[in-house]
């Protein structure tokens, strides 16, 4: 069975899922949940960001009224994304068929994206954009504002709706994450079935819009499919017999990876840039005592400052886990693949796993 058709594991709506005491204030909307999952602390934010890009949409209708026309792609089909993850479905299947631009520079966090102008003409020239919806405000706004020749939006695929729910309907008071919350978590490629689904619709788009090489595609999706089953298998297998099951990272972005592994999430905060309250302090270091709390993960591309703090306090270790947002230098892997092995390894010292 390939990991397209293997169900992907969801956590048990019966067992309490810790969160950080600053999400026990108050009940959230469905708005506010977005917003957290997507990295946007504030409304004004957002804003300020999409007006970036209405900007860059006004310079680019001029720039591709003097450019007269998509360039050549010396038959390449041009695939333009937002996200690293997203950029490797798009390599790894297209081969040498695609030539992909990725939008996010190295280092950044996608969640921020604010697109130049000749990025915004870019995404007009393509032949495929490959994205989810909500995830990147600035992308959606550019595939609105500068339609590519074709679009493909893996919520369907995967299930996950960002951008599509019940704003009003509100979460428990004491933060915990349901079945439903996760649906709405746009890291899907933590779970190597839901990045199976993705896999296999990226390849029927690329089918479907160059069928003269329609036999590359399928054959380079059945060995990521078969890579990405081998991977569940891995991470299912070997976090087993663990002393702890509670996994702490520095914010929310692991839901789809604890729902599969068994693991219980518990967020040192809500969003990259969210720093907690001296009593919340206190309480997530009660917590990581009482929980018998192995490590505190952090991740590359966000400050490890509150983490560090918690585990001074503590004496609880830490040690870098990485949601696979984007690649970088100091990368622990060269690619999706390496990278979530990479992520196995940490887990499995980290947790104390025995199997």
Same mark, same amino acid.
């Given at each position: 069975m390939s $990991?397209?058709r293997?169900?992907?594991?969801? @956590?048990? @709506?019966s067992t309490?899922? =810790?969160?950080?005491?600053?999400?026990?204030?108050?009940?959230?909307s469905?708005r506010t949940?977005?917003?957290v999952?997507?990295?946007?602390s504030?409304?004004?934010?957002?804003r300020a960001r999409l007006s970036g890009?209405g900007?860059?949409?006004g310079? &680019?209708?001029?720039?591709?009224a003097?450019s007269?026309?998509?360039d050549a /792609?010396?038959?390449?089909?041009?695939?333009?994304?937002?996200?690293?993850?997203f950029a490797y479905?798009?390599?790894?299947?297209?081969g040498g068929?695609?030539a992909?631009?990725?939008?996010?520079? #190295?280092g950044?966090?996608?969640?921020?994206?604010e697109l /130049?102008?000749?990025?915004?003409?870019?995404?007009?020239?393509?032949d495929l954009?490959?994205? =989810?919806?909500g995830?990147?405000p600035?992308v959606d706004?550019?595939i609105?504002?500068a339609? #590519?020749?074709?679009?493909?939006?893996?919520?369907a695929a995967?299930?996950?709706?960002?951008e599509?729910?019940?704003?009003?309907?509100?979460i &428990?008071?004491?933060g915990h994450?349901? @079945?439903?919350?996760?649906?709405?978590?746009?890291?899907f490629w933590?779970d $190597?079935a839901?990045?199976?689904?993705?896999?296999?619709a990226v390849?029927?788009e690329?089918?479907?819009l160059? #069928?003269?090489?329609?036999?590359d595609?399928?054959?380079n999706?059945?060995r990521l499919?078969?890579?990405?089953?081998?991977l569940r298998?891995?991470?299912r297998?070997?976090?087993?017999?663990?002393?702890?099951?509670?996994l702490? /990272?520095?914010h929310a972005?692991?839901?789809?990876?604890?729902?599969?592994t068994g693991?219980d999430p518990?967020a040192?905060?809500l969003t990259?840039d969210t720093?907690p309250?001296?009593?919340?302090? &206190?309480?997530?270091v +009660?917590v990581v005592r009482?929980?018998d709390?192995?490590?505190?993960? /952090?991740?590359?591309?966000? +400050?490890?400052?509150?983490?560090?703090?918690? &585990?001074?306090?503590?004496?609880?270790p830490?040690?870098v886990?990485? #949601?696979?947002?984007g690649?970088?230098?100091?990368?622990?892997?060269?690619?999706?693949?390496?990278?979530m092995?990479?992520? =196995?390894?940490?887990?499995?010292?980290?947790?104390?796993c025995r $199997?």
């Open positions: $990991p397209s293997m169900p992907p594991s969801t @956590p048990d @709506p309490p899922r =810790l969160l950080p005491p600053s999400s026990r204030r108050a009940p959230r469905r949940v977005r917003r999952l997507l990295g946007q504030d409304r004004s934010g957002t890009v900007l860059a949409l310079a &680019a209708l001029l720039l591709g003097c007269g026309g998509t /792609t010396d038959g390449r089909l041009r695939v333009v994304v937002g996200a690293y993850p479905l798009a390599e790894t299947i297209g068929h695609v992909v631009d990725l939008l996010t520079r #190295p950044a966090e996608p969640h921020d994206l /130049t102008a000749a990025q915004v003409t870019g995404v007009g020239k393509a954009a490959v994205t =989810l919806g995830f990147q600035a706004q550019a609105k504002a339609p #590519p020749r074709h679009t493909l939006d893996l919520s995967t299930g996950i709706s960002v599509h729910h019940d704003e009003e309907h509100a &428990a008071p004491d994450e349901s @079945p439903e919350d996760l649906a709405h978590d746009p890291h933590l $190597p839901l990045m199976g689904r993705a896999a296999d390849a029927d690329l089918r479907r160059d #069928p003269a090489h329609a036999g595609y399928d054959a999706r059945d499919d078969a890579q990405l089953r081998d298998d891995a991470f297998s070997r976090l087993t017999g663990c002393r702890s099951t509670t702490v /990272t520095s972005a692991y839901g789809h990876l604890a729902a599969f693991f518990y040192l905060a990259p720093e309250s001296a009593g919340e302090l &206190a309480q997530i +009660s009482s929980h709390v192995t490590t505190i993960y /952090t991740e590359p591309l966000a +400050s490890p400052k509150v983490a560090d703090v918690i &585990a001074t306090e503590t004496g609880v830490t040690a886990l990485d #949601p696979i947002e690649l970088t230098d100091t990368s622990a892997g060269r690619d999706y693949l390496s990278l092995r990479a992520d =196995l390894e940490t887990l499995v010292t980290g947790q104390q $199997p």
